[in-house]
């Protein structure tokens, strides 16, 4: 289904891929209205939700402000707890310090908790490359990946996916056919994949937020494979990019409050676990190894600019939600990895915004995620400065239009040539509303909607 | 012309370049809600744009270039009303970075607190009161459609619906997704049409089930973008900026 | 390769600088918990959990129950307070075989129908319990077992997830691993459809002492 969307082609022919499929819109769109609303009524259980954003917008400030002195005491800590820890300033990095690990202790086989930032650095191409075979374990991470597809939504990779379609993949890879019901879809990838948290090698999962003080790496979700992957094997391997730390437990509870929240509506999600690195000599099961591997990738780059507050983001997901372009044109049409607004403002930031910097206009600025982000980061202002750095790179007719039309516009008698233009048209026209304008640019307006007509005739234009 | 009112509010109107050029009578409704609300408006000479269209596409340069203009006219207003939410918006909050590190920031800083959006200063600054008592002619439902930059750039939800509600006959129909974005965005109407175009259905669908017969709206945009949709799929609701709603449930004036 | 020190210097160069002042969090953002006993229960049912409240006395027989209620035949129990001394001896008494946390590993974990733990602490605001890793308790015997029965202290009941890290911060031990468990194991993942039961355990009841 992937192979649809070509991203080295302009976003809108991937937005058009996703709005011929109008299923597809449909599901997305009920997913989004139903974890958004959840978001809302959540809210309202704190006794001042502005309170708590904007403190979470100043806990997360604190930590990127200090970043280096947080992730340096994070070091020690999590080796005075018996970790070990990796400092990765790439992808290349990273991936490669896993696979070593995951070669070392002699696994064939990763049980993975979903992690966006494996996503990002292509932890599971290097580990299948090397011969360990990544199994991700989260549901909608697993139907994704049987489907041979990237995640679709930072927080539910399968979004897009009818159960009709997750039946069918699930019942070609158990070789025989399921009842197409969500209860039994489920059970079904409990079976499969419990032997795998069993007997794995090496768990990997990534890194909700890391409390630099406590040593300690807290990790959410509701489906116990987060548990299983870092309990279970022999070998944990936690992954997290650079930014996501707090300082001590308190900041922690802040940060915890909004994220549930923010996710699906729950005030805190089903499991909340703290690792404090390996098992302890006197405790009966864990890993007896944990590695930390913190990941740069171009995140550096943010601090000190103007950008600096799109690092605050906690990966909840409520910007997808709420977002009236994501609602139609989902995950696929943006990045294989980050979408929405944040994906809009990080993947220029970390690809190169003369790479991706178009992903900027897809939006109307509408500020929905502004106000919605639990960490109040400025998104809609975010992606304005992505597209004041991206505008030398765009095509040579835009700029030259804007350039044209901003002289002329400059002086009256260029503003007075349009309204003349309207004026001839309208005698032209009679006024009236036009289904077809076969004008440059103005065309592109007609493409689904009448033109309300041009001034000057006898019908007086209406909206 | 004898009036209890006070004419002492003086008000430059700024119809903005949609007004200008597709709507004047939108922009002329203004005027008149304006004086019969009690303030003195005068026009500007000039026909100005706030430089919206390329501050939203990164373009700067050209932005400032074309705001220049309106910011010499505009400079020695008192105070001014703009006919859009969205060029309000562009004027009172982004003019200020537009300006930054030019030698007319000051001058600039000046103007953006002095701009008004037109219900919110009819209602906040004015008074509806002082437009008399309101009756329309076509009693109608009405649905209201909160434009983004005004809802959410300057946070004016509750004016227009005071004004709408003064006005005797219409019946007042909130929509399913009221705060949600109609797809106008300014040139991304242009640039991704069938994007654009996908979520000014949404808005139509919930037009049409709440069977409202007229959409209103304080956005010429957002107005062109939801009914010229609901046009081609041959919806027949109407679609009116907010001050002609006003100017037609006034009372008959003699000029 | 980079080393710490590089990574962490390119970070420095980057950012402004100057005098680090601790971040003081106010103490009232948290919400006010009228009734905590009472909230528990309502938050933990909302997300489809089991609240129970008795006497210490009546611990184990409430364990049994819930034991029957799924016609269990396999109970992994750990020895971690405040699990009653006679529990062992009144599950068997409802005709279910008992294992003990940790003997034979985490095979009979894995195949234990439910599984007894401890809990250091509740919290009101969300009906969540809180799991140790830490000797005699385990990850296993909360986390493998189908259904989960965890048993704590009225005595460990906090107000909020604020109050709660607040005790977690104060508590010298640091076990490997602490859970906070709301709820069985959850998802939404196929169309928004809210599946119970995934790759935790698929049911979980707290049983909530309250003399103790």
């Known amino acids: 289904m992937t192979d649809a969307y070509d991203y080295s082609k302009p976003f809108e022919e991937r937005a058009r891929v996703s709005l011929e ?367 004041q750095d991206f505008a030398p790179h765009t095509s040579p007719t835009e700029r030259a239009a804007y350039k044209a039309w901003s002289l002329a516009w400059s002086k009256q008698w260029g503003f007075a040539l349009t309204k003349r233009a309207g004026l001839v048209l309208g005698r032209v026209t009679g006024g009236r509303p036009l289904r077809r304008l076969y004008l440059p640019l103005m065309s592109r307006w007609t493409k689904g909607r009448y033109f309300p007509g041009f001034p000057g005739g006898k019908h007086r234009p209406r909206p | 012309m004898p009036s209890h009112q006070d004419r002492s509010r003086r008000v430059t109107l700024f119809p903005t370049c949609l007004g200008t050029l597709l709507f004047p009578g939108a922009s002329a409704a203004a005027e008149r809600v304006l004086e019969a609300a009690g303030a003195t408006v005068t026009s500007v000479e000039e026909d100005l744009c706030c430089g919206q269209p390329a501050w939203n596409s990164g373009h700067v340069k050209d932005a400032l270039r074309v705001a220049e203009r309106a910011l010499d006219a505009l400079a020695e207003a008192e105070e001014i009303v703009a006919c859009s939410g969205s060029c309000t918006a562009m004027v009172s909050h982004y003019w200020v970075e537009l300006f930054e590190g030019t030698p007319r920031a000051a001058e600039a800083e000046r103007v953006a607190r002095r701009t008004h959006e037109f219900s919110s200063y009819v209602a906040g600054e004015l008074g509806v009161d002082n437009l ?62 069938e994007l654009s175009s996908a979520m000014a259905d949404e808005k139509v669908d919930d037009v049409t089930e709440h069977e409202a017969e007229e959409l209103v709206a304080s956005d010429l945009g957002c107005l062109m973008q939801i009914c010229g949709r609901a046009r081609a799929r041959s919806h027949d609701f109407s679609c009116r900026y907010i001050a002609e709603v006003l100017d037609e449930a006034m009372p008959q004036r003699i000029q | ?96 075989e008992v294992t003990w946390w940790p003997e034979g590993g985490r095979d009979p974990a894995e195949a234990a129908d439910v599984g007894v733990t401890g809990a250091l602490w509740a919290v009101a605001e969300t009906g969540t319990v809180v799991v140790t890793s830490a000797a005699p308790g385990g990850r296993a015997p909360s986390l493998l077992p189908t259904v989960h029965i965890a048993v704590v202290a009225a005595s460990r009941m906090v107000d909020t997830v604020a109050a709660l890290f607040k005790e977690i911060a104060a508590r010298p031990q640091r076990p490997s691993n602490l859970v906070l468990v709301t709820g069985p194991s959850k998802t939404g993942d196929i169309e928004n459809i809210l599946v119970q039961g995934v790759h935790g355990p698929k049911e979980q009841h707290t049983i909530v002492v309250e003399n103790l």
């Open chain 2, 132 to 193: 008399g008592p309101l009756k329309t002619s076509r009693p109608r439902r009405v649905a209201y459609h909160d434009s983004c930059h005004m809802l959410r750039g300057l946070g004016i939800s509750d004016e227009p619906r005071r004004l709408l509600a003064a006005v005797e006959g219409l019946e007042i129909q909130g929509l399913t997704a009221q705060d949600r974005c109609c797809g106008f965005g300014g040139t991304f109407s242009i640039r991704f049409p």
């Open chain 1, 21 to 387: 499929d109008g299923q597809m819109r449909g599901i997305v769109g009920l997913a989004v209205d139903r974890n958004n609303s959840g978001r809302a009524r959540s809210m309202t259980s704190l006794r001042d939700p502005e309170a708590v954003r904007e403190l979470g917008a100043r806990v997360r400030d604190f930590n990127i402000s200090h970043l280096d002195q947080h992730l340096e005491r994070l070091a020690e800590t999590w080796t005075e707890a018996g970790g070990e820890i990796f400092f990765a300033q790439t992808a290349e990095e990273a991936a490669s310090y896993v696979v070593s690990v995951a070669k070392k202790s002699g696994a064939t086989k990763a049980v993975k908790s979903k992690s966006m930032v494996t996503e990002e650095i292509g932890l599971n191409e290097a580990l299948t490359e090397a011969g360990i075979e990544p199994i991700e374990t989260d549901l909608g991470q697993y139907i994704v990946q049987l489907a041979g597809e990237p995640p679709s939504h930072i927080v539910a990779p399968s979004v897009h996916k009818s159960k009709e379609q997750v039946t069918d993949l699930f019942s070609l890879t158990g070789g025989e056919q399921l009842e197409n019901d969500a209860d039994v879809l489920t059970e079904f990838a409990r079976n499969r994949q419990r032997p795998s948290f069993l007997s794995a090698g090496v768990g990997i999962s990534g890194v909700n937020m890391a409390v630099a003080d406590e040593g300690t790496l807290c990790l959410v979700t509701n489906e116990g494979n987060g548990r299983l992957c870092t309990s279970m094997p022999p070998v944990h391997i936690a992954v997290m990019g650079m930014e996501r730390v707090v300082w001590d437990f308190d900041q922690l509870a802040v940060i915890l409050s909004l994220l549930g929240r923010g996710n699906t509506g729950q005030k805190l999600s089903q499991y909340t676990s703290l690792l404090h690195g390996p098992k302890r000599s006197a405790e009966v099961d864990g890993p007896t190894e944990s590695h930390l591997v913190i990941i740069d990738n171009k995140r550096s780059n943010l601090l000190g600019t103007r950008y600096q507050s799109a690092l605050r983001c906690i990966r909840c997901g409520a910007c997808l939600n709420i977002c009236p372009v994501f609602r139609q044109v989902s995950g696929y049409a943006y990045d294989p990895v980050y979408s929405g607004p944040i994906g809009a403002v990080i993947t220029p930031l970390l690809k190169g915004v003369e790479n991706a910097g178009e992903l900027a206009h897809a939006s109307t600025l509408c500020g929905a995620c502004t106000s919605v982000c639990p960490v109040k980061i400025p998104l809609h202002d975010l992606l304005l400065y992505i597209r």
């Open chain 3, 1 to 96: 390769m980079t080393s710490q020190k590089q990574f962490l210097d390119t970070i420095r160069s980057k950012l402004e600088g100057g005098t680090r002042a601790p971040l003081a969090i106010p103490s009232d953002w948290a919400p006010i918990i009228d009734d905590p006993l009472e909230r528990f229960a309502t938050e933990l049912e909302a997300v489809h959990g089991h609240a129970h409240r008795c006497l210490e006395a009546r611990l184990s027989s409430t364990v049994a129950e819930i034991v029957t209620s799924y016609s269990a035949s396999r109970v992994l129990l750990t020895r971690e307070e405040p699990l009653p001394p006679d529990l062992a001896q009144v599950i068997e008494g409802v005709g279910a």
